[in-house]
């Protein structure tokens, strides 16, 4: 159960105890706490209402009692009942065996409560993958809508693929990249996430093998894996994914496609060379291997701009070309594309369009006036120095805290940094202990299950005296296993 935002109020007449009880029943009896839902521990409630463990013991005695929650040893306190299950004559819905029953993976659960302290904003997030609040160009976004622009906005549905209008900027914006794709070839979605999701419903079918990178962002999120996908790592070095292998996985497990973070990989930094991009794409020629390309952070360089993509140098139709503004404008806005062949856009926008008919038209108004008007561009030049500046903050702060704890990589662009603990630690461990002081942390675990040495730093979110707090913290929560 997610922690709820409501707590009892100690300036009331009843009681704290009677409040927690009012509550709880209220939750019961509108069956948003449904028969066979398990209560958390009393503990967990205790710290969620901010009242003494005694106090929520009183409350749950008297749910007992009414006979709507019942407790076992060793299967903790659930629900058991409520007022209309005590009077029907048929029993109401088992909701919980449903939820245990749906086609798609919950988060494993160490994502859940990252995404749960990441609510909390006294956390200091050391490895959240977004740009801090105070980074985000507000100003100039409601200068965008308050502006007299001589394209007006709809509020209506877009076409299957997206505006039109902001479709031909992206084109324009892609041969900045040397990426020359026509607007057809291309579909509006509602950020990086949903162009896998639209990938894996339309493009592959159940048992199917995604090759990645070893460790990967794709491990994080269950959304092949929901789909009956079967993910095999491939491991990486300094310049990229290691293609020595991919042919012979490729015939050995029946590969479906590949997946690939070529610039600022998520979630160690890494930039895939030149020569490495070359050596991948003619190994997928040959094996016939589609490529996904995660292209997210390919705008977020500091010195000198990546590699040409690996869709610029396709020459076979073979890769589709994955972008967002999620990681520079802000998430918030949830527009990215995808960019392929024809026939694989028409196929991926039916599908988007039998699940939520077109992403946001005042989205894509907006990213749309940011591209044609030299505004992102602009933006860009701002952002990527602030970002290479917290960058060698972060360094600095490295070498001033972690010299004998730790070894990391220097990155050229993105958020990412890739921390290796030289000590043997409980990573799990670790997590919770910083949890406890307020200091949110992305395990290497994460990214890769038998990963128990990495942390996933970000430089991007957490302001620069909490980045100091929190990382002199998390150094000494380190030397305490020594």
Known sequence: MPKEEWV?????????????????????????WTVGMKIPTQRALADTFKVNRSTVVFALDELAADGLIESKVGQGTRVVNNTWSLIAAVPPPDWNSYVKSGSYQPNIKIIQEINEAEKNPDFIRLGTGELSPELLPVAKMKEIFQANSARSFSLGY????????????????????????????????????????????????????????????????HVFQSAGMNLLGIPLNEEGIITDSIGRLKR??????????????????ILMSEGRRKELLNVCKQERLPIIEDDVYGDLWFESPPPAPLKAIDDQGLVLHIGSMSKTLGPGLRIGW??????????????????????????QYAVAEWLSNGFYEEYLIEIRA?????????????????????????????????????????????????????????????????????????????????????LMRLAELIYEYK
């Open 386 to 470: 602030e970002l290479k500046f917290r960058r060698d903050y972060t360094l600095d702060l490295l070498n001033k805290y972690f010299r004998d704890l730790a070894s990391w990589n220097i990155p050229e662009g993105g958020f990412y940094i890739w921390l290796r603990l030289r000590q043997e630690v409980s990573i799990p461990k670790l997590f919770e202990n910083a949890l406890k002081e307020g200091i949110l942390l992305n395990p290497g675990n994460v990214y890769d299950r038998n990963d128990g040495q990495h942390l996933r730093l970000s430089y991007s979110y957490a302001s620069l005296p909490d980045l100091e707090k929190g």
């Open 252 to 269: 050995q497990h029946n590969g479906a496609l590949l997946y690939t973070i070529p610039s600022f990989h998520n979630p160690t930094g």
């Open 8 to 32: 009892p109020r100690r300036s009331s007449s009843v009681s704290l105890h009677q409040q927690i009880y009012e509550y709880m029943k209220t939750k019961i009896m509108n069956g948003e």
């Open 158 to 221: 877009s076409e299957p693929k997206g505006n039109l209008y902001l479709r031909e900027m992206i084109s324009e914006h892609l041969k900045t990249k040397g990426i020359k794709t026509s607007p057809s070839s291309i579909l509006i979605v509602s950020g990086g996430l949903q162009a896998l999701h639209l990938i894996s419903l339309g493009l592959l079918h159940r048992g199917s093998t995604v090759f990645l990178e070893t460790p990967s962002y794709l491990n994080s999120v």
């Open 338 to 363: 995808i960019t392929g062949p024809e026939p694989v856009i028409n196929r991926l926008a039916d599908i988007k369009m039998q699940t939520d008919y077109g992403s946001s038209t005042l989205s």
